[in-house]
């Protein structure tokens, strides 16, 4: 069961560990029980470094996934993998990390959901439903509309992404979503955002 706030530290917001990890120590204050580490331009000395710092300050109550990189998920003693299209694929992912961990992929329209589906991915992310800063090349918006479709598609758990606040969040949710991740929204007062998202979410 993932909790309803997905909350992603990217790396790239960040210019130190120390700062990633004070930032990702104020979402656990706020009440986050799920943080992706996310780090895309990082070498694998940089990632597992930080993953394993992260895993450290959070200790076993938070469920951490790693972005793209399964052999790193398990060197960090990670809980998951979340992998994109272009990433490994779902069952290349479930090989590296094997049963008892989670698996996550990302999809951007409803036949790649419709694809993911007949996969073993545990959840399904699908975005952006809003236009999105996050990303250089974003995918189409996919719309609370998309959603609904993707919804009526498939009863594996839906992540939502992509241009998500604490004012569009509980559309997103009464659209269909289990979850909804976020990025740039907690970058300020994480803390108090995290807490304000849960409110809204419940």
């Known amino acids: 069961m993932l909790p309803s706030l997905y909350p992603i530290v990217d790396a790239a917001n960040f210019s130190t560990s120390l700062k990633l990890c004070e930032f990702s120590k104020e979402l656990i204050a706020g009440g986050a029980m799920l943080i992706q580490y996310r780090n895309k ?45 272009d990433d490994l694929s779902p069952a290349a992912a479930r090989i590296v990390v094997k049963e008892g961990k989670w698996v996550g992929v990302s999809t951007h329209n409803l036949q790649q959901a419709l694809e993911a589906d007949t996969t073993s991915a545990d959840y399904i992310a699908i975005g952006p439903i809003f236009a999105t800063e996050s990303k250089e090349h974003p995918d189409p918006v996919v719309g609370l509309d998309g959603l609904k479709k993707i919804r009526a598609a498939t009863r594996k758990p839906l992540v939502a992404i992509g241009g998500i606040t604490l004012a569009n969040c509980r559309s997103v949710i ?21 807490e304000d998202f849960i409110r809204i979410l419940m």
């Open 41 to 85: 331009k990082g070498s694998a000395r940089e990632i597992l470094s930080q993953a394993r710092q992260l895993r450290t300050l959070c200790g076993d109550q938070t469920t951490l996934f790693m972005n793209d990189r399964a052999d790193l998920c398990l060197s960090a003693g990670f809980d998951g993998v979340h992998v994109g299209q």
């Open 174 to 194: 009464d659209a269909g979503a289990d979850s909804v991740a976020v990025i740039s929204a907690l970058l300020t007062s994480p803390a108090k955002t995290v």
